[in-house]
């Protein structure tokens, strides 16, 4: 593959890890930097160059992806004194895959346009699973033609690429997204619970409400009760998967967004509290499905 882009690869976690190792199966030459030295060493081994810090990384690049657990983390590494659009080659393309507020995605996309450089937001669905497989949705929210200019890194990553509308619309489609999630996720394990209270058996009451009205994704796919479904987080103590405090950041952020456009979320609201309540009582590092720990009547 001839005139391959120099691409730069900021943020390399639970998932920008196996997406910037993705990139390396096609065969894309990668420049990466995180604050973890063992997530470097994992990179270089496959055969990435790593970086002294995120401004060396971007050096002679045509393309920066960047990969980051929230929007403060975004502004920092873009914008202010230290921040890397100065140091960014004139008409690179950036493209931003960490899930932040709308309006920080704005933000630092119009700050990119004054320097000339081209920026999408491109939020991810899938988890690690998705990352790792290589079948990512990504959610973009820019130009038509930098979405065009980007295509083929996202189609290396994922299968599903959706374009939103522009600047920020990524961020704002899956910030909607993630809060049905949540509502769906309780909902489900609120179900289960009730079910199982009153002497139900959760195989049995699952198999039926997924082939009944109540069905969907998180019963069908992701079953929050242990032993119901295999290779799902519930069914190894709720390790892996999304976590309860990503999962509670988004449903924040989709709090942010009703309260800057007057619009009612009370379903979202009271999703966001139930999170909320269960991270303080430890559970955040665990899976979003253990929300089911909270709700179902103690033994």
Known sequence: M??????????????????????LKADYQLTVFDLSASALKTLTDAGAKAASDAQAAVQSANIVISML????????????????????ADGALIIDCST???????????????RGLAMIDAPVSGGTAGAAAGTLS??????????????P??????????????????????????MLLGILMAGTAEALALGVANGLD?????????????????LELYNPYPGVMDNVPASRGYT???????????????????????????????????????????????????????LKPAA
């Open 69 to 88: 657990p929230a929007s403060r983390h975004v502004e920092s590494l873009y914008l202010g004194d230290t921040g890397i659009l100065p140091h960014i």
């Open 100 to 114: 932040i507020a709308p309006q920080s995605a704005q933000k630092v996309a119009q700050a990119a346009a004054a």
């Open 240 to 294: 892996g998967g999304f976590g309860t405090d990503l999962m509670l950041k988004d449903l924040g952020l989709a709090t942010g967004a009703a309260l800057g456009s007057n619009a009612s979320i009370p379903l979202g609201e009271a999703v966001r509290n139930l999170y909320a309540i269960h991270s303080k009582a430890g559970a955040g590092g665990l899976d979003f499905s253990s929300i089911l720990n909270l």
């Open 2 to 23: 001839s005139h391959q882009p120099k691409i730069a690869f900021i943020g390399l976690g639970n998932m920008g890890a196996p997406m910037a190792l993705n990139l």
């Open 202 to 218: 959760p195989k049995v009451l699952s198999d039926i409400m997924s082939k009944s009205s109540g069905r969907n994704w998180a």
């Open 153 to 178: 890194l996202l189609a290396a990553m994922g299968k599903n690429i959706f374009h939103a509308g522009d600047n920020g619309a990524g961020q704002t489609a899956k910030i909607c997204n993630n």
């Open 138 to 151: 990504f959610i973009v929210g820019g130009s038509a033609a930098n979405l065009e200019r980007a295509r």
